[in-house]
C-alpha cells in the first residue's frame, strides 16, 4: 500500500507541475519553446486528475491534501476561464454582442438567420461565414463589413475598417464605430486553424499507426503555434495604436492559458471570467468539448452577461452570445 500511496504521490506531483507551467505560456513564445502550449490543450484533464487525487488523499487523511489544496488555489484563475459561475450583475446591459464562426453555413444558412434576427443583437461578428458574394440577410444590421471569410454586422455606422493581417487564411479586422456619438473598435479574429479531422486524432488498436498519428499531430500543431505568434503580433498593434474603447471577438483557434489568450487577454478583460455563468467551451464536434470563441473588452467596458448558447446547432462551433453596459 506504501508503494502505491508514495506512486499517487509522484503522480500528483508531475500533474502540479505540469498545471503550473502553463502560466509560462504567458512569457515563453512558440518560436522559443513551441511543445509549453500543448499543456493548455490538457489543462481540463489534468485539472480533473488533480481534484481526484486531492479528494483521494482527503479520503485517506492524509496531510499532503493540505499541501495540494494550496498550490492548486495558483489554478483558480486559469481555471475560471473555462468553467466559471459568477453572480447576476446589477447594471443594466446597453449592447449586445453575438461572435460565431458559423463553418461556411454548411448546417444550414437559414438557421443562423433566423437565430440572429430572434437574438436581436447591436454587433454581430462572423468567422468562416461563407462566400463574400452572398451576405445573410439580418433585418436590424443594417450596416456591414464584408471581408475574406470575415463578416461584420452592425446596427451603427461603420466609420472605418482595416485589415491588420491580409492573409486567407487568418484574419485580424477592426472596424471603429460610431455608438450614439462616441467611437468604438470592433475586432473581428480568426486565427489560423490547424486543419485537423477526427480520424487523425482517433486512436486505433494499432499501436504503430498510433504513434504515426501522434507525431504527425505535433507536426502540423507547432507550425500553427509558430504562425499564431505573428498573428498575434498584429492583434496586439489593432488593440495598442486604439484611441478607442475596444471589444474584440472570435475564433482563437487556441485554447485558455495557451500563449495565444494569455497575450491577447494582456490588455483586454474575458468577458467570460467577469460575467460568464457555467461552461465556456464552444467548439462540440469532438466528443471533448473546448473553448477557442471568446469576446474580450477593454477595462471601461462592464460585461454583463456572458453565454455559450447551446440551443440549436447553427455550425460545428456554439454561438457566444454577451451583454455589456458602455458609457
Known amino acids: 500500500m506504501k508503494i502505491l500511496r508514495f506512486g499517487l504521490l509522484l ?3 508531475a500533474i502540479i507541475v505540469l498545471l503550473l507551467c502553463n502560466f509560462l505560456n504567458a512569457i515563453i513564445t512558440p518560436k522559443a519553446f513551441p511543445y509549453l502550449n500543448f499543456l493548455s490543450l490538457a489543462f481540463p484533464v489534468l485539472m480533473i486528475l488533480n481534484l481526484i487525487l486531492i479528494l483521494i488523499w482527503l479520503l485517506l487523511w492524509k496531510k499532503r491534501a493540505i499541501f495540494f489544496i494550496l498550490l492548486s488555489l495558483f489554478l483558480i484563475r486559469p481555471s475560471s476561464t473555462i468553467l466559471n459561475y459568477n453572480q447576476p450583475k ?4 446597453n ?26 443583437p447591436d454587433i454581430l461578428f462572423l468567422q468562416e461565414a461563407g462566400a463574400a458574394l452572398n451576405p445573410y440577410v439580418l433585418k436590424k444590421l443594417k450596416y456591414k463589413e464584408i471581408s475574406g471569410i470575415v463578416f461584420f454586422y452592425s446596427k451603427y455606422p ?19 464605430t460610431n455608438i450614439n456619438g462616441k467611437t468604438y473598435r470592433f475586432i473581428n479574429i480568426y486565427l489560423e486553424p490547424f486543419y485537423l479531422n477526427k480520424s487523425m486524432v482517433k486512436p486505433t488498436e494499432d499501436q504503430a499507426v498510433n504513434e504515426h498519428k501522434f507525431k504527425d499531430l505535433i507536426k502540423r500543431m507547432v ?3 509558430k504562425a499564431h505568434q505573428a498573428q498575434i503580433s498584429a492583434a496586439l498593434k489593432a488593440i495598442e495604436t486604439s484611441p478607442y474603447p475596444i471589444i474584440m471577438a472570435g475564433d482563437f ?3 485558455p492559458n495557451s500563449y495565444e489568450y494569455y497575450h491577447l487577454e494582456k490588455n483586454l478583460k474575458d468577458a467570460f471570467e467577469i460575467a460568464g455563468r457555467g461552461s465556456a467551451t464552444s467548439f462540440h464536434d469532438w466528443k471533448f468539448p473546448i473553448r477557442i470563441d471568446y469576446i474580450f473588452a477593454s477595462k471601461e ?3 454583463i452577461s456572458y453565454k455559450v448558447d447551446r440551443s440549436s446547432r447553427l455550425s460545428d462551433h456554439f454561438p457566444v452570445v454577451a451583454t455589456f453596459k458602455i458609457k
Open 11 to 13: 503522480i500528483h506531483l
Open 90 to 93: 446589477k447594471e443594466t446591459a
Open 95 to 120: 449592447l449586445k454582442i453575438i461572435t460565431l464562426n458559423a463553418h461556411a453555413g454548411t448546417f444550414g444558412r437559414k438557421n443562423i438567420e433566423d437565430f440572429i434576427n430572434k437574438e436581436d
Open 158 to 176: 461603420i466609420l472605418e475598417s482595416k485589415e491588420w493581417l491580409p492573409k486567407d487564411n487568418a484574419h485580424v479586422k477592426s472596424y471603429d
Open 223 to 225: 507550425p500553427t503555434f
Open 253 to 255: 483557434n487556441s485554447v
Open 301 to 303: 467596458i462592464l460585461p
